[in-house]
């Protein structure tokens, strides 16, 4: 190894001051991913500096870290619920940064995001404990002299004894997750953006609290459109019959959750299918955006969206926040929430950088109350950005948008966004259990 890019900080301490009694606790070892664990490293000499890295990969073998540094007490202890990060992927106190700030490596794309499409096996998450404050290319590849201890750690999004059913039936396409347990369970329609695919990591942990979870493709999935060119709102009526049909589903009605465009249509959902009694928007805009919406013989139609407003605020960087128009200038294409029975959770993140969330919201809400409706919370979270994902899920700032062409905005900053997921996830969990009791 090259002496120059070895951290001064060593030369504090010899390899002989460091104790092979120098352990890496992670507790506990495996976990449901939206839990916390807590990471302690003992036995260390007082006030000695040390690095921890976090490493994980997708399914592709692209590496994801964070490289954090402190510095022991006089006890010889870092504990990461007590001692703050002096530097490196972020500062502070952030007892689950290295699960929740989890970053592209350096030899990965900057704007990558982590993405677990298999949730049938666990997010494998491996720690090490290293001498002195290494920089990220160093704490990667570690030489065997800096490492104190290591540890591997389990993230799990599909619980012991649950059930995933691949769901093919007439043109619906998608996965159920069906809890252990005798049942009925309540029953939860899981929608995400124009990104398309199946996307079943937030069904699957759904499940692991005792929803019978349908995670709903609708674009670029199997036989499905590529294109989004009409929302034919009987595809997910045909959904929400299949889950209601499930023998483990109560019938008393049913929930459902979208982000991004998944988000507003499960507004829509939620005004025209009556089965439908509670709805959760995550960064959706209460408006039918982007392609038209029809139901029997209603047709609203889409907010216009223009991809040449794409701005560039970076380098390989875009800003999707101009990109649709002001729906106040489409009063056509709101959808009629006071008509709906059902009731609606908003979480809106603040910094949102993909569009105007807060402002649609609260739009929608004040016409939703000026028509007698009252049932409609909105809940709005400082510093989070646009992909508000269940607890702990590691934080995207950016990546690649399939309209843009090129890497996009997402908004939010690593602390305040991961706060608002562990408050947002345990709101809807609580929102659902009550209203489909």
Known sequence: MNRNLIPR?????????????????VSPLKCLHDEPIQIVAENLPPHSDVTLLSLTKDPKQRTFITNTHYKSDKDGIVDLSKHPSLGGTFKGLFP??????????????????????????????????????????LAVNPDKQFILDSVTHERIYMAENTTRVPI????????????????????VLDL??????????????????????????????????KELDVLDLSYFEDALNILLNQPMVKKSGVGAVGVSKGADIVCSIGTYLPKVKAVVCINGLPVNTWS????????????PVHFDRFKPIGPNLMSAIEILDDS???????????????EFLFICGLDDQTWNTVVETERAVKRANENGKKNCEVVKYKGAGHLIEPAYAPFTPASFHLCAKS???????????????????????KFLKRTLA
């Open 192 to 225: 995400f953006g124009n990104t398309g695919g199946l996307i079943e990591h937030r069904s699957a942990q759904l499940a692991a609290h005792g929803f019978v979870s349908f995670a709903v493709a609708y674009l670029g999935y199997d036989d499905l459109p």
């Open 328 to 342: 106040e200038d489409f009063p056509e294409t709101y959808i009629p929430l006071h008509k709906s029975e059902a």
């Open 407 to 429: 890497p996009a905005a997402w908004g939010g900053e690593p602390f305040f966004h991961s706060e608002a997921q562990v408050d947002s996830w345990k709101r809807i969990l």
């Open 9 to 25: 900080t060593l030369n504090k301490f010899t390899v002989r001051s460091f104790s092979d009694m120098v352990k890496l606790r």
């Open 96 to 137: 689950m940064g290295p699960i929740a700030n989890l970053r592209s490596a350096p030899d990965v794309p900057k704007y990558t995001r982590y993405f677990k499409k298999d949730v049938t096996t666990p997010m494998t998450v491996n720690f090490k404990l290293l001498k002195g404050h290494l920089n990220e290319e």
């Open 292 to 303: 038209p919406m029809r139901y029997k013989d209603i047709v609203v139609p889409g907010l």
């Open 168 to 187: 093919k039936e007439g043109r619906v396409r998608g996965a159920l997750f069906i809890p252990k347990g005798e049942g009925p369970f309540p029953g």
